[in-house]
C-alpha cells in the first residue's frame, strides 16, 4: 500500500479557469477529507466524506467548490472559475471508521493561479 | 469556535538539548489531540495521539485540561527531529475533522 495518492502534484493555470484534483485514498479507509494549506497557516478543514456521502463541508468551501467521492473510493475536488486566492496546498487525507483512528495524508496538489 | 495556538513560528536548539513546542486550544467539548510532523520534501504524519500516553521517537506530550496545553516534549533534541510540527485538535465529533495550529518549524543545530 502506498499510502493517499493525489494527482497531479502540480498545476499551474491561469485565473478564470477549472481546475480537477483527484485522491486516492488507502483502500479499506472509508473516511475520506479535503483540507488547504496556505503559506505560513495550517490545514484548514475543507469537506468530509463517508463513503460516497458528503457528510460537512466547511464555509471555505464556495459554490465554486465541488467534490464528488461517486463509488466511496476516489474523491475529485473541482474549483470552478479559479481565483488568485485559491492558490494552495490541498491535501487529503483518509481514515478507517474505527474509533479514534488517525488520518493518513497525501503529498497534496499544489495549485498556483497566475 | 475551537481553536489551536502555537505560539512559536520558529524554534531552534542545540543537538541534545531538551525542546518543548508549545500548544494551546480553546474547545468546549472533551478534546482529543494530535502532533503531527513534516520533515523536509515529506508529507504530513502523525507523530502522536494523547489517547494513545505513548512515547515516539523520544517525544512525549501531555494533555493539560487546566492550563488547555498539550506540548510536546523530548529530553535530547536530535538533528533529524528538524521538522514542521503541527498540533491538531478533533473538532468534528464522530467526523473526526481536524483543526490546525500554524505549526511550529524546531531546527536542531548540530
Known amino acids: 500500500d502506498t499510502g493517499v495518492s493525489q494527482n497531479p502534484r502540480h498545476k499551474i493555470t491561469k485565473r478564470g479557469q477549472n481546475v480537477t484534483f483527484r485522491c486516492d485514498p488507502i483502500?479499506?479507509?472509508?473516511?475520506l477529507y479535503w483540507y488547504r494549506q496556505t503559506l505560513g497557516q495550517g490545514p484548514e478543514f475543507l469537506t468530509y466524506?463517508?463513503?460516497?456521502?458528503?457528510?460537512?463541508k466547511s464555509r471555505l468551501l464556495s459554490d465554486r467548490f465541488s467534490a464528488e467521492r461517486p463509488k466511496g473510493s476516489f474523491s475529485t475536488l473541482e474549483i470552478q472559475r479559479t481565483e488568485q486566492g485559491d492558490s494552495a496546498m490541498y491535501l487529503c487525507?483518509?481514515?478507517?471508521?474505527?474509533?479514534?483512528?488517525?488520518?493518513?495524508f497525501g503529498d497534496g496538489t499544489r495549485l498556483s493561479i497566475l | 469556535a475551537q481553536r489551536v495556538t502555537q505560539p512559536e513560528k520558529l524554534l531552534s536548539v542545540f543537538k541534545g538539548a531538551p525542546v518543548e513546542l508549545k500548544c494551546n486550544y480553546s474547545?468546549?467539548?472533551?478534546?482529543?489531540l494530535f502532533w503531527y510532523v513534516q520533515y523536509s520534501r515529506q508529507r504530513l504524519q502523525l507523530l502522536l495521539r494523547?489517547?494513545s500516553r505513548e512515547s515516539i521517537k523520544g517525544f512525549t506530550a501531555d494533555l493539560n485540561k487546566g492550563e488547555t496545553s498539550f506540548h510536546l516534549k523530548k529530553p535530547f533534541a536530535q538533528e533529524e527531529d528538524s521538522a514542521m510540527y503541527y498540533c491538531?485538535?478533533?473538532?468534528?465529533?464522530?467526523?473526526?475533522?481536524?483543526?490546525f495550529g500554524k505549526g511550529t518549524l524546531l531546527t536542531v543545530n548540530p
Open positions: 466524506f463517508q463513503n460516497e456521502a458528503q457528510l460537512e
Open positions: 483502500s479499506e479507509h472509508n473516511r
Open positions: 494523547h489517547i
Open positions: 487525507a483518509s481514515s478507517s471508521g474505527r474509533y479514534n483512528q488517525p488520518q493518513h
Open positions: 491538531a485538535l478533533n473538532s468534528g465529533g464522530s467526523n473526526y475533522k481536524l483543526t
Open positions: 474547545y468546549s467539548g472533551s478534546p482529543e
